[in-house]
């Protein structure tokens, strides 16, 4: 180790017993999308939808499972609104 490691360990280990002293390690660098910015990221999933779709393998909503999409979603967001009893077969009625 080197010496500003070293200083790392010693810094460490006055504030805690010996026993449990380790090297603080340097914070992680972000990777992949994270390290994108917004509109790179944007731009990307663009070109992947349109590449899906030229490609024919893109999935459609039809109507009725836009419908119950939203339906599942709305009761993981708000599940205070709904009884615990409630399901989503009961809604459909």
């Given amino acids: 180790?080197?010496?500003?490691?070293?200083?790392?360990?010693?810094?460490?280990?006055?504030?805690?017993?010996?026993?449990?002293?380790?090297?603080?390690?340097?914070?992680?660098?972000?990777?992949?999308?994270?390290?994108?910015?917004?509109?790179?990221?944007?731009?990307?999933?663009?070109r992947g939808g349109v590449a899906a779709h030229r490609a024919g393998t893109a999935h459609e909503f039809t109507t009725d499972e836009a419908r119950a999409a939203g339906r599942k979603g709305g009761l993981a967001t708000h599940p205070l609104r709904h009884p615990p009893s409630t399901t989503i077969g009961e809604l459909q009625r």
């Avoid at 490691?5 to 972000?30: D, F, Q, W």
């Fill in 1 to 46: 180790m080197n010496d500003q490691t070293n200083s790392i360990v010693e810094v460490a280990s006055s504030s805690t017993s010996s026993s449990l002293a380790r090297p603080i390690e340097p914070a992680k660098k972000k990777r992949g999308f994270a390290a994108m910015n917004p509109d790179q990221v944007r731009e990307l999933a663009r």
